[in-house]
Structures are given as structure tokens and as C-alpha cells.
């Protein structure tokens, strides 16, 4: 599982295919890359597994739709025109009706890149390429801390 690091304590880093016991965790993911073939690759590994999933191709489109979609989890690639991974993610944070919103980095990273990261507050790491049941995983993870943390559990 190379690509991926822990961050601070709380964060959440790809796991066991099982999550806090709940196997059938749903909800709606927002993907963000500027690549289609990745967006779509992700979108039908997470279909597979029940959840909704909405496609953005930059940061900037992401943050008009995150309105509209109210995503449980968004994942966001770093090197994307207009508005990159990073900089969406601190603007997602700075917003109060997405600075809950749980993120992952789904991209190439480098080291600096998870500094970074983990400095804006994003939630979880998968390094470029990946293995479907990791991208699962890391999306069912972090949709548990969302639901837990809200208190809704679907």
C-alpha cells in the first residue's frame, strides 16, 4: 500500500476492506481529477460498492458543485489547471459548510505534497496507482467518520 501516510492522530489512512464493523457504508462521493479515464475508473469502483458518485475535472469546478451536491467525502488529485488538489482542500476547509467535509488526496503525491496536505487538514492518502479495494476502503473509512460524526449513520 505504498502512497498512503498517517496523519495526525484522528486522521483516517486506507485500512481493512471492513470498517468499524459496518460492511454496507453508502453515501455520495464527490471525485475530483482532471484526468476522465481515472474520474471514470474511480466513479465504477465506488458504484460498484453502492455508493453515489459526482465527478468534477478541477478544483474550481469542484467548489460549484460541492454546493449543489452536498458530498458525504470528497477525493481530490493534487495537479490539476486552474485550482489544485491542495488549494481546494484549504478551501474547502476555510468554508464553514464544508470545513467538516472529510478529504482524501487520490493522486502522485510527494512528500511535500503530504506536508502540505496534512497542513490544510486533509483526511486520508492514496498514492497513484492504486488498488480498487483501497480506494474503497479509504472512502468506506472515511465515510464512517463522517456518519459517526454527525450522527447519522444511513
Given at each position: ?21 459496518v460492511e454496507g457504508v ?43 451536491v452536498k458530498p458525504d ?68 473509512r472515511l465515510m464512517v ?10
Open positions: 500500500m505504498q502512497g498512503w501516510k498517517w496523519g495526525k492522530p484522528g486522521r483516517v489512512g486506507v485500512g481493512a476492506r471492513r470498517v468499524g464493523g453508502s453515501g455520495r462521493v464527490l471525485v475530483v481529477d482532471d484526468n476522465e479515464a481515472i474520474r471514470r475508473l474511480i466513479r465504477v469502483n465506488l458504484e460498484l460498492e453502492g455508493f453515489e458518485v459526482v465527478t468534477a475535472a478541477d478544483g474550481a469546478e469542484c467548489l460549484e458543485v460541492v454546493r449543489r467525502v470528497v477525493t481530490l488529485d493534487v495537479m490539476m489547471p486552474r485550482l489544485d488538489g491542495l488549494r481546494t482542500a484549504a478551501q474547502l476547509r476555510a468554508q464553514q459548510q464544508t470545513a467538516w467535509l472529510p478529504i482524501a488526496i487520490v493522486s502522485a503525491c510527494t512528500p511535500a505534497d503530504l506536508d502540505r496536505g496534512e497542513s490544510v487538514g486533509v483526511d486520508g492518502y492514496l498514492g497513484k496507482p492504486f488498488e480498487p479495494e483501497d480506494l474503497v476502503a479509504l472512502v468506506r467518520k463522517r456518519q459517526r460524526e454527525s450522527g447519522k449513520f444511513r
